[in-house]
């Protein structure tokens, strides 16, 4: 762990200079440093949940993890959302704000996350990201380690429940099934294939028409402003998108759209603006 503090100190050092250019060059925004350094105050969550969203995409699974919890969990219980992008925080801000405490990540060097751990106080942390900070996590696990009492039956056990597969129930509606149907995938690679041979068993899993499949592998695209894709056709086509602004790559999902929208069903779709 020591070394791994290092590094991360001198990655940061070293990034610093690079990120700020590419916010004045308009690349990239800067998320909250101010709050990410432990330089502006954390919310005090007195035991309640800390769900950490790292950008947009996040704050969605966020706002469902939170209505659940709010749900199940007793009054009074308090609760906050930290982020790590600019984009992030606005939209956390904008659709969470009334009802969790909005803030920013901390990096995870000792300071800036003794701080944070110190102040918010959180009874458990719920991080949406499969990204890892090692550093982070190894301190609220000493936190808790130092909270929790052991009764000598071993760790509590936290019971999951499947999420409704929303892109097959709508693929296999029969009659009632959209002339077009098209599905997005974050997909990684692991030893039973590359990204797209499991995009490709993913699309015939679910029964959809199209597939835009994003590599997401170490966590690349994440917080960025600019991405690529490959879209999948049901019928084994695969057309590559390079690397573009989020509009062009939406430009060139839609000509996807358009090329298979209507095949066989006599519908033509009117040309997007």
Same mark, same amino acid.
Do not use: C, M
């Given at each position: 762990m020591l070394l791994y503090r290092a590094l991360a100190a001198l990655a940061l050092t070293a990034y610093a200079p690079y990120a700020f250019l590419r916010s004045v060059a308009g690349r990239r925004r800067l998320g909250d440093v101010r709050g990410?350094?432990?330089l502006s105050e954390w919310p005090d969550?007195?035991?309640?949940?800390?769900?950490?969203?790292?950008? &947009?995409?996040?704050?969605? &699974?966020?706002?469902?993890?939170? =209505?659940?919890?709010? +749900?199940?969990? @007793? @009054?009074?219980?308090?609760?906050?959302?930290?982020?790590?992008?600019?984009?992030?925080?606005?939209?956390?801000?904008?659709?969470? =704000?009334?009802?969790?405490?909005?803030?920013?990540? @901390?990096?995870?060097?000792?300071?800036?996350?003794?701080?944070?751990?110190?102040?918010?106080r959180p009874g458990l942390v719920i991080l949406t990201e499969t990204e890892?900070? @090692?550093?982070?996590?190894?301190r609220a696990a000493r936190r808790a380690d130092e909270k929790i009492k052991k009764n000598g039956k071993g760790a509590p056990a936290i019971a999951l429940a499947e999420n409704p597969d929303i892109l097959a129930s709508?693929?296999?509606?029969?009659?009632? +099934?959209?002339?077009? #149907?098209?599905?997005?995938?974050?997909?990684?690679?692991?030893?039973?294939?590359? #990204?797209?041979?499991?995009? +490709?068993?993913?699309?015939?899993?679910?029964?959809?028409?199209?597939l835009v499949v994003n590599d997401v592998s170490g966590g690349a695209v994440f917080g960025e402003?600019?991405?690529?894709?490959?879209?999948?056709?049901a019928g084994g086509g695969s057309r590559p998108v390079p690397e573009g602004s989020k509009e062009e790559i939406a430009d060139a999902v839609w000509d996807a759209v358009l090329g298979v929208w209507g095949r066989g069903t006599g519908i033509t779709p009117a040309p997007v603006e």
């Open positions: 990410r350094l432990g969550l007195d035991g309640g949940v800390w769900i950490h969203a790292v950008s &947009v995409g996040e704050v969605g &699974v966020a706002r469902n993890l939170l =209505a659940e919890l709010q +749900r199940r969990l @007793p @009054p009074g219980v308090r609760y906050g959302v930290s982020v790590s992008t600019a984009a992030g925080r606005e939209l956390a801000e904008r659709t969470l =704000a009334s009802q969790a405490a909005v803030f920013a990540f @901390p990096f995870d060097l000792a300071g800036p996350v003794e701080k944070a751990l110190e102040s918010a890892l900070w @090692p550093l982070f996590i190894e709508v693929a296999k509606l029969n009659d009632r +099934r959209p002339s077009l #149907v098209v599905g997005f995938a974050a997909e990684t690679g692991d030893s039973s294939g590359d #990204v797209l041979d499991l995009a +490709r068993a993913k699309l015939a899993r679910k029964g959809a028409d199209l402003h600019r991405n690529a894709v490959t879209v999948l056709d």
